[in-house]
């Protein structure tokens, strides 16, 4: 596997997954770069909406695809339209926007735990029908006041008590060791190592 559409047209996202799959040597392109339109993600669940994604990806460019889907309880599969559907703008206004109707609705919670939850879907064409899928989860606790602007989404409020930093605080290299994307896109790694492990040693059993 020389080379994987990444199905998303979120710029974080794609830088994210870029520099943690670097060691494996992967050619990384974005979907739209290849004239790839978003897919509707109408399921009410993380992996069948990312498994979606990848297919149409892959379904358009005949390449292996990778997509994720992230985020957990409310405001859940639908994070990145929290706010509603965009009133102008782009990411960065609408993220503002989710966020300040994430603090409205805590305005008066007191338990401010929260985590982040990953799932990262790779098929190998359109109609794979065994999807490489890997999961992980990001504990910390929801801030009152957004911190920091590095990361995106919901970063500036997600604060990793044992650190003492939001993920809009942390450097982009330790954000990429320890966040719910690169723990799953780890796990994702160790898979597609151990397949060409296998595969070297199929080829060394025909010879």
């Not at 979606?52 to 405001?75: C, Q, V």
């Not at 007191?110 to 989860?137: F, G, M, S, W």
């Not at 003492?164 to 320890?178: M, V």
Request: net charge positive; hydrophobic share 35%.
């Amino acid at each position: 596997m020389k080379k994987i559409v990444i199905a998303t047209n979120n710029v974080g996202k794609l830088n994210e997954i870029a520099a943690i799959l670097v060691p494996l040597d992967i050619e990384i392109v974005a979907q739209s770069t290849l004239g790839v339109s978003e897919a509707a993600e109408p399921h009410c669940t993380f992996v069948e909406n990312a498994l979606a994604k990848a297919r149409h990806a892959s379904g358009h460019t005949k390449l292996p695809a990778l997509a994720d889907d992230a985020l957990n309880g409310a405001p859940g599969v639908y994070s990145a339209r929290f706010a509603g559907e965009s009133a102008g703008g782009g990411r960065e206004q609408q993220d503002a926007r989710n966020n300040k109707k994430l603090l409205d609705l805590m305005a008066r919670e007191t338990n401010r735990k929260a985590h982040y939850y990953c799932v990262i879907v790779l098929v190998r064409r359109a109609d794979d029908p065994q999807p490489i899928i890997c999961e992980a989860e990001w504990h910390g606790e929801i801030v009152q006041t957004p911190r920091g602007s590095g990361g995106f989404g919901y970063d500036p409020l997600f604060l990793l008590p044992q650190l003492k930093q939001t993920g809009a605080e942390l450097r982009p290299a330790e954000k990429n060791r320890i966040s719910h994307r690169a723990q799953a896109l780890g796990l994702l790694a160790e898979r597609l190592r151990g397949d060409r492990r296998e595969t070297k040693d199929d080829r060394r059993t025909r010879r």
